[in-house]
């Protein structure tokens, strides 16, 4: 019966959750912004093309003075939004951030696990630029040999017209 029960992702306003967060400003001091829905990949890519991953370590490590290995998603919200502001003002992090919480207490957010899995995104996605530039590199390469090839059959035709031409004389 408890197979069939996904209790670990329930999620609701009755959850605990840090409201002051890294700015420690509660809601009524923050900004009012709608929140849009943003995916995993949408996040990785913004934090590749602008890797600023050592800055937001530094900041947790500010944060977790007790080196446990957590922080509030909250908090980490928070950096994320004050390192990306125009890619992610208005973004909803949480959802995102979750699967990286403790078991325990899941509010906390395991940022290693979280750190690893950007290095891991960054990595992938770093390999795919390198088999993309590679695709071109070859592209333009064939491209550059068939001008070569089409540029010595028309030298060659031009060659044997103007042998036909003296010949016929």
């Known amino acids: 019966m408890y197979n069939k029960v996904n209790v670990e992702n329930t999620q609701g306003d009755d959850e605990p959750m840090d409201i002051a967060g890294y700015l420690g400003k509660t809601e009524y001091y923050r900004e009012r912004v709608k929140m849009v829905p943003f995916k995993d990949a949408e996040l990785l890519h913004a934090m ?26 909250t908090e980490l919200d928070d950096i994320l939004k004050l ?12 959802p995102i951030l979750t ?17 690893d899995w950007v290095l891991k995104g960054q990595e992938k996605l770093r390999s795919q630029d390198e088999a993309k530039e590679q695709r071109i590199n070859l592209l333009q390469a ?5 001008k070569e090839m089409i540029s010595e059959k028309m030298h060659a035709m031009r060659r044997s017209s ?8």
């Open 48 to 73: 590749y093309k602008d890797n600023k991953m050592k800055d937001i370590m530094l900041l947790i490590k500010q944060i977790d003075k007790d080196h446990n290995g957590y922080v509030t998603s």
């Open 83 to 94: 390192k990306y502001p125009k890619e992610l003002k208005n973004k909803d992090l949480i």
């Open 99 to 115: 699967q990286f919480s403790s078991i325990q207490n899941r509010i906390l957010i395991d940022y290693k696990k979280f750190r």
């Open 162 to 169: 103007s042998m036909n031409r003296s010949m016929d004389q």
């Open 142 to 146: 064939k491209k550059q040999i068939q």
